[in-house]
């Protein structure tokens, strides 16, 4: 009976647990119960590692697969000096797809596939372990904004070290002509742009985390209403990663850049600084923003 109770009620099981200790008299009764509640918590924390990494994943193949077409044209913009305009990216879709047909705006998308399952898995489950560390250790079930930030970005951080080499693939079967796997493994280099990767997921998965958590937070205040619609909750994930891209996007561009570059051609890869100049000098400004508004 007590361990039925404990799997129906979940996240009230610290208050369960104490309600049955004050009403049961025997002390060897008090001893089970911390035992099955110990055993629950472990078997539950489990569970929700594992629910977190099955759902990040479906949620993150569903995405990307859905606007593949438009990431395909951004890319060819973010790795060249092409002048970008909405209707300039709609005319090179129109391009592909009448020279090479429909599936190639998917080109490449197979990586991304392969990649994004075990990226927003991960992700999304090391957020959640991290976010509940520090729940632990400052001994509340809300965070400050820097917590949250923190938290963020280790879930960004994780995700993007065990399947970078994926992206870079990605990149290269998307953008190079006639290229298949084992050329583009063989070209090496598949750490190339780690750097400017990693400078720019630290404050974009860290801002995007805190906003979106802290929207969450103060949705049932200002609706009156204890969960989000599922309209609401796109719209909230959506204001959160439009708010992370828009503080980080240049490094995104300086990415892609640097995962094409081709290793045996050159003595050294360009530093991220060297790029920017360079972007800044003959695109200026607007060049450090190209293909944004496809993201929104």
Not at 59 to 70: L, R, S, Y
Request: charge should be positive; include cysteine; proline fraction near 4%.
């Amino acid at each position: 009976l007590v361990s039925s109770e404990y799997m129906v009620i979940d996240n009230k099981l610290q208050i369960t647990k104490y309600f049955i200790i004050t009403m049961d008299p025997f002390h060897r009764g008090i001893e089970k119960i911390f035992i099955i509640e110990e055993s629950i918590q472990d078997q539950l924390r489990s569970s929700d590692i594992m629910s977190r990494l099955i759902a990040g994943g479906i949620a993150g193949i569903v995405a990307k697969t859905t606007i593949a077409p438009m990431e395909r044209v951004k890319m060819i913009y973010q790795v060249n000096s092409d002048k970008f305009t909405l209707l300039n990216a709609l005319k090179t879709g129109i391009t592909i797809v009448r020279t090479k047909g429909i599936l190639a705006l998917w080109k490449g998308h197979s990586t991304t596939v392969i990649r994004v399952a075990p990226y927003a898995g991960i992700s999304y489950a090391t957020h959640d372990y991290a976010e509940k560390l520090l729940k632990s250790y400052n001994k509340s079930d809300t965070l400050s904004y820097s917590c949250k930030f923190i938290a963020g970005s280790i879930g960004g951080i994780s995700g993007t070290l065990l399947t970078y080499p994926l992206d870079v693939l990605r990149v290269r079967l998307a953008l190079t002509p006639n290229s298949t796997w084992y050329m583009t493994i063989k070209q090496g280099g598949l750490f190339q742009g780690i750097s400017p990767t990693l400078l720019g997921i630290i404050p974009y998965s860290g801002i995007t985390w805190t906003v979106k958590q802290t929207l969450v937070e103060i949705y049932p205040s200002i609706t009156n209403r204890v969960k989000p619609s599922l309209i609401e909750l796109l719209t909230i994930n959506a204001t959160a990663g439009l708010v992370g891209q828009l503080f980080t996007y240049p490094l995104d561009i300086i990415r892609r850049r640097l995962q094409m570059y081709h290793r045996h051609n050159l003595q050294k890869l360009p530093s991220v600084r060297m790029l920017l100049t360079d972007l800044i000098e003959k695109e200026g400004l607007k060049g450090l923003t190209k293909g944004f508004s496809l993201n929104i």
